[in-house]
């Protein structure tokens, strides 16, 4: 199994489509990438702690190539917005790439080029060292799972959802 840490806005967008990918055993969402520990969502949204919103997501790399996840990554959100996602602003919205070591940091810095290669504007993702991952509150994991009508998921992940069915058919249900 093989575990990578990503912020993309919104956990609740990406949460949504590696919840449906096939290969992937768990996706958790939390916080990492500042200076508090235990931060809140309160305390995260409030841009004091560093934090982004982030995802670690767990998969089998012999049933889901890592590609595949890290092109859902770069599907699911826009990596040339600075610290925004749609209406979602703040540094705890910033498309980011947390590492755990260098080899890992190469590979995100291969993608990251590799995506800039197809985009004109610049990509602005960040490669990130990981350092301590905190679990967000229980209401933010699963969360379209949970709340499929509310309005954010309606609007905004499901339209997330279907890029990421559109693009990786054969491997989001």
């Known amino acids: ?21 096939h290969g992937v055993s768990s996706v958790v969402s939390g ?7 235990h931060p809140t969502y309160e305390q995260v949204c409030s841009e004091t702690t560093g934090h982004a919103e982030a995802l670690q997501v767990t998969f089998n790399p012999e049933i889901v ?7 859902l990554f770069f599907t699911g959100h826009d990596p040339t917005s600075l610290n925004r996602q749609g209406n979602d602003m703040g540094t705890q919205y910033r498309s ?11 590979r995100f810095a291969q993608i990251i080029e590799q995506v800039q290669a197809q985009i004109e504007r610049p990509v602005v993702t960040t490669l990130e060292p990981l350092g301590t991952f905190w679990e967000a ?3 933010h994991q699963d969360f379209y799972t949970k709340y499929p009508t509310n309005g954010y998921c309606r609007f905004i992940v499901e339209p997330k ?9 054969e491997w989001v249900a």
């Open 161 to 169: 959802l279907a890029t990421a069915r559109a693009h990786f058919h």
């Open 96 to 106: 980011a790439m947390f590492y755990r070591d260098e080899d890992e940091k190469n």
């Open 137 to 139: 509150e229980t209401v």
């Open 65 to 71: 190539p890592e590609h595949i996840i890290l092109g």
């Open 31 to 37: 916080y990492t990438g500042g200076h508090v520990d």
């Open 1 to 21: 199994m093989q575990t990578l840490t990503l912020g993309a806005g919104c956990f609740w967008c990406l949460d949504a489509v590696y919840q449906r990918t």
